[in-house]
């Protein structure tokens, strides 16, 4: 082998090495970023996981101590108005004991009164046994009783059913909607709208207060342990859904909830 | 380079305001480059022999050249050493210009160690590029990056032409010729660097459309 071949073969090595190194450089960054993608989808995926078990298991203890509110202590202070019932039948003396006795009758209906309305915010009986438009339209009723606020609720639809897990998660936007509202849009009125078909979920929830809402959501998002906006918009990305806000004419904040695919899995 | 890139300098003005920093320097490089094949064919006409100018002109190009990779490359010691070592490539361009080789001949040591420097330097690019955090936080792969090609376009031009310039000198004396084959291997290389530059010209151009 001469000189020049020696040269040549080292230019023409040099040229294909410098071609691979090239081409090894991109591959190798390519494979990089597709690993690093990887880990963080998976590490998406165990942080949704765990969110659901948190929600799940957040879920279940509302249940239970619901449960516990209303099969004890409700009927235990059924109890103490019946037994209240039947001591003023036998009262004969005439010193205002009858009074004071009905009013602790009716403080003891007002105690049973607010007992069903925490138990039914706890957990909504009504969700499991009548479906989500009957327990907001239920939850409606409800609120109406407590608070200043006249809630109208309005559904159309032919009663499509909803899966369980997303009925309850859109029940709790619903209610999460409802606080921030009382809280902070000085709203006189809310109109909640209901409406299914085959394959989207929409409620609406109509405020005439001072469009407020989605500023508060916001603040609270921000305020370190306050959930606000954050805790409906996981709720809605567990089960693939959205929220919108926009500006209700002449006044309030009409918010948009919806869900695709809503129903229940066949099979 | 190779003369060729005198084509590339049209695209590159147009867009020269949407290349970042470093990518400014690749155009000043390509300008020298053009300068530099002028030159010599002007040169060659004129005086008979170009040598000279193509030792001087290696080392413009090397200085600026430094100046790309010291703005591309972060760490800070690689950096500092970029910026240094011009001053020795002086010291050595100097000394092989009027000592060693010679003013009318083609200065081998220097423009081996010129090549031989600027291949480390595009190496140490890439091993930044490998591990530049920012790129994979962001998911950014390299071949969006302009820089990217026109390090790729060098690197590839000054590896095959490491060789040529170690044996210019000693075929010229040796020889009284020049192995034309070797030749057409650095001007495909110097094809390469050129498409190379035009794709990151591309990309430059998509990040700032």
Redesign the interface.
Known sequence: MN??EI??I???G??M???L??VL??F???A??QH??ALRDKDLELQRERLVAVLQGQEQERKRIAEDLHDEVGAQLSVLKLNLGQLSQHLKTGNGEAERLKETKEFTDTIIQHLRFISQSLHPQALDNLGLSHALDSFCSLMNKNKQVEIAFKTSGNGHLVDREKALNVYRVVQELMNNILKHAQATEVLITYHSTPSLLSIDVEDNGNGRLLDSLDQSRRKTGSLGLKNIESRLNIIGGSINFAKRTPTGTVAQIRVENYQPAIG | MTGIECILLIPFTLNFKKLDRPSRWACYYLISSVVFAVGSFAFAHLYRNNLWFYSIMYYIQFVILSIYYSLLIKNPLFRRLIKILPIPAAAIFLLDFFKLEGVLAYNSIFAAARTFILLCYG?VF?IQ??FDEE???E?????ALPN?WFN?GL??????S???TL?YNFFLKHYKTH?N??LS??F??GI?EGILFYIGLMKAKKQRP
């Open positions: 000189f020049f040269v040549i080292g230019t023409v040099m040229l090495l410098g071609i190194v090239v450089v991109v190798q960054q390519k990089v970023i690093k993608l | 190496t890439f590029l490998l790129l994979v936080k998911a950014i792969f390299v071949n990217f790729a690197f590839i031009f000054f590896s095959c490491f060789f040529d044996t192995n084959l070797v291997l650095v495909l290389g390469i």
